[in-house]
């Protein structure tokens, strides 16, 4: 939510004044209200930053946590800056740390940009559990570089806002990676009932695929087979692709290796 039209510019919004997404709301209403209070702290005009720009940026930004008692929102902003309006330059020395990546493949500057977000992000989770956006961004973040922790935030999101249904999902993909496919199952069942009662498709193919995969792990070879191959042909887009591979390694697990064509619509 951004700040009232009387508010001072790059005036934090509280986090009181973000009301908590009523029973059967789509949590990333609330997930957008906290991303658009930090994105307003930000007072950016959209042009590129220069070094100079960006460091009175962060000053100002410093400065509002002396200020204000929506520090949550100022860490999420310190973020975003980061992450999407930093000049190349500021991550520059990235490239001089032994084996931190090749000199200027832009690698390790993107790690060390992600690595300075995630620890602003923490710190606006750490001053309110309840800021979705912020919760959000770190999950996301950690899935590039630890697996572990980023289901850890995935739980704190889900306990935040049990029917966030992305989230969801993404916690289920996680879990399998840990291979804890009966966690996975668990809340794979949750997704996929709650994308089936909001009509995401799309959501809906991924727990399908979560569960196929879960259920494949535990030996469950007839439902494994069934969830793959609804989310092979109920799924729009790429998801069919996925679906079919993981068909695939459920055959082979069953000796069955003569599949179909992948242009084949039917089962």
Known sequence: MAPAADSAPGAAVPASSIAAPQPGTDPRVQ???????????LALDGSPLSMQRYGEAQARLH?????????????????LLDLSHAPAQAFAQADAVPGSG????????TRERA???????????????????????????????????????WR??????????????????????????????????????????????VSAGRARNVLGRAYLH?????????????????????????AYQSLGQLYTTLGEVDLPPIEDGSD
């Open 31 to 41: 997930q957008r209200q906290f991303l658009a209070a930090a994105q307003a702290l």
């Open 115 to 153: 690595l300075a977000a995630t620890g602003f992000l923490e710190q606006a989770v750490a001053a309110n559990p309840a800021n979705l956006s912020a919760l959000w961004h770190l999950a996301f973040l950690l899935e590039s570089f630890d697996d572990a922790r980023a289901v850890e935030v």
């Open 156 to 201: 704190q999101l889900v306990a935040q806002a049990s029917e966030h249904l992305q989230a969801l999902v993404r916690l289920a993909e996680g879990l399998l990676l840990l291979e804890d496919h009966a966690q996975a199952q668990e809340i794979g069942e949750r997704a996929l009932a709650l994308a089936e009662e909001r009509g995401d498709d």
């Open 63 to 79: 400065g509002l946590l002396e200020s204000t008692d929506s520090a949550d929102s100022v860490h999420l902003a310190l973020a």
């Open 102 to 109: 090749q000199a200027g493949d832009g690698g390790s500057r």
């Open 218 to 242: 535990q030996g469950q070879y007839q439902l494994a087979e069934t969830m793959f191959k609804k989310a092979a042909v109920s799924t729009p887009g790429s998801r069919w692709g996925c």
